[in-house]
């Protein structure tokens, strides 16, 4: 027996309850923090070298890609996992979007617009900072558009991400989930340090305030939209470390399962090898 | 007396002789392999801070980045720097730009019109893995365009970048120095590695064939664009530990140098504090 799978501790089915998850929760992996700083040493090896073959195999024509979906509250932890977890792998490969309030432009369009434009090409890790599933949190909280409207774009979401999933890119999206008390503890540090206080903002303390809708947005969106072609995970993030393993650890599982493949080149090793040898400066 | 400038070591004068600049120098720095790996933690951890400080700078409004610049024959190490420096930093506030053979869009525009695309927002470390200085390289050595034009380009290049200077982009061109036997090795072992043999284009060995071309076109470019606005740093990198070490150690110094600027709070702190204690959930 094996261990047991990373994706099946943290996935989610459509009737989950989030209340009912432990944000300090440590269902699989390491039990204290050096024990995960070890772990994730050994896991950012393993990112290297799959990440290094989904791009050779890009290189030979293969379509196939990975999108890392993250979302969660203020402070939840997104930008730490994109400096901690896709600061493992090698930036050339990486693609990080980030989706803050949308344009005037962006407005002007289709919802999936935007994000159409940022799903990652063959070969990349693609990392979005939010994404659409803001269509259906902070529209439906902040009542951006009619509750037809936001309702309806269960369905979009989840025929667009069977259409990427058929396309070759392997979707993981997590969710951060943190304890109301956490997150007053982060921004209360955020204010005390001064090298942190950029990072703060007055709204984030109104967003707070509505976290009981946002709780029954997530779980809603969770619900609707965890489906075999693109499933949610939801990753207990009051602590950063098990955060960071988790999210690592899903990422490699992922791309293990994936089986990436160098191409078979393109010409001749041992005339190539010869012609080299000949190159003479 | 502190250490000497790396900047100072590694800049090269309108006079730069490529021939007198041992590729397995080392003007400045560690000693060995495992003296440079202790130092690149160092820096890692500098420029991680560095980092924070210049993006956060660009969130409270300031203009300033920096732009890495990378040239350098095949197999000198381009990649490896992305991977090696460009990796040590948050990958949230890298921008990446790698500049292949022009598209015939590209090509129907001026030569830098695709460069200008890429030039680093405020906040950013961007890299150009290859330049605008492909166009007096490769243009030239292959005769893509007439001599004429490729010369009329170092005015053309100096005046973008003092433009550049002025607007805030701290530039740090490097070009990355290697023997042509060390080329020889490295394409060897590219071919021997069924890991390593999708990085091999059989062009590599056409281009190798110009060396003597290359390396006077490189010279030319050298002592034309090297001004004090944007100079040149020649990187002796037959060693790459030492290529590492030295360009994580020209960007440290630079960004040290900048010294970028925590932003002073746009809002009341003590009763941002009350505002966030107050908010209970």
Same mark, same amino acid.
């Given at each position: 027996m094996g261990r047991k799978s990373v994706r099946q501790a943290f996935r989610v089915g459509s009737d989950v309850d989030l209340a009912a998850i432990d944000p300090r929760g440590r269902p699989i992996g390491p039990k204290d923090k050096s024990a995960a700083a070890a772990e994730l040493t050994g896991l950012g090896a393993q990112l290297d070298d799959l990440q290094e073959a989904l791009i050779a195999e890009a290189s030979g024509g293969g379509p196939r890609s990975v999108l890392l979906v993250l979302q969660g509250m203020d402070t939840s932890g997104k930008g730490g996992v994109i400096s901690h977890v896709a600061g493992l792998v090698n930036p050339q490969g990486l693609a990080i979007a980030s989706f803050k309030r949308p344009t005037p432009q962006e407005l002007a369009h289709d919802f999936l617009w935007r994000i159409r434009k940022r799903v990652p090409r063959p070969g990349q890790i693609g990392v979005f900072d939010r994404s659409h599933y803001e269509d259906v949190l902070v529209a439906r909280v902040d009542g951006l558009v009619p509750e037809e409207v936001w309702r309806a774009r269960y369905d979009t979401i989840n025929a667009?991400?069977?259409?990427?999933?058929? &396309?070759?890119?392997?979707?993981?999206?997590?969710?951060?989930?943190?304890?109301?008390?956490? &997150? &007053?503890?982060?921004?209360?540090?955020?204010?005390?340090?001064?090298?942190?206080?950029?990072?703060?903002?007055?709204?984030?303390?109104?967003t707070r305030l509505k976290w009981p809708q946002y709780a029954q947005a997530y779980t809603d969106a969770l619900r609707a939209c965890t489906t075999d072609a693109a499933p949610w995970y939801v990753i207990p993030s009051d602590r950063k470390w098990y955060r960071n393993w988790a999210i690592a650890a899903l990422l490699a599982e992922t791309l293990a399962v994936m089986g990436p493949r160098f191409p078979k080149p393109g010409f001749d090793v041992k005339a190539e090898r010869a012609r080299v040898q000949a190159a003479k400066i």
């Open positions: 667009f991400e069977s259409e990427l999933d058929s &396309q070759g890119v392997a979707i993981v999206k997590c969710m951060l989930h943190i304890s109301p008390e956490k &997150q &007053q503890e982060r921004l209360l540090a955020r204010l005390d340090d001064p090298a942190k206080r950029w990072k703060y903002n007055p709204s984030d303390v109104d």
